[in-house]
């Protein structure tokens, strides 16, 4: 099965950008619908964005929904999360999931998790 491992995060002021990106290995990285979750101090993980194997299919938690955007490159074994006009809200650390489908990322269950890179946006 797929091993991930997230890059990218850091420090940002609000209404800055970062991308994150999320490197496959060891398995067949394209059959993967791949997602983004976060988990803020105190609070349960969320789901933030999934995008399907052909990349054709994406799907976005409301809050998120115009400031950031999930891609993938499967020639790269690559997920890649834009996250632009960043809020404090925004302040997680984001994790990087793998699963069989859009819905079962949605679900957060059942899924090959990334160890996670810490975002946060200072105001």
């Known amino acids: 099965q797929v091993q991930l491992v997230e890059s990218g995060g850091g420090l940002v002021q609000a209404g800055g950008s970062l991308r994150l990106s999320c490197a496959g290995s060891?398995?067949?990285?394209?059959?993967?619908?791949m997602g983004w979750f976060r988990q803020a101090p105190g609070k349960e993980r969320e789901f933030v964005a999934a995008?399907?194997?052909?990349?054709?299919?994406?799907d976005y938690e409301d809050a998120v929904k115009g400031r950031f955007a999930i891609s993938r490159d499967n020639a790269k074994n690559t997920v890649y999360l834009q996250m632009n006009s960043l809020k404090p809200e925004d302040t997680a650390v984001y994790y990087c999931?793998?699963?069989?489908?859009?819905?079962?990322?949605?679900?957060?269950?059942?899924?090959?998790w990334g160890q996670g890179t810490q975002v946060t946006v200072s105001s």
């Open positions: 995008i399907s194997g052909t990349g054709r299919s994406t």
């Open positions: 060891g398995g067949f990285f394209s059959l993967y619908a």
């Open positions: 999931a793998a699963g069989p489908s859009i819905r079962t990322i949605v679900a957060g269950s059942d899924l090959l």
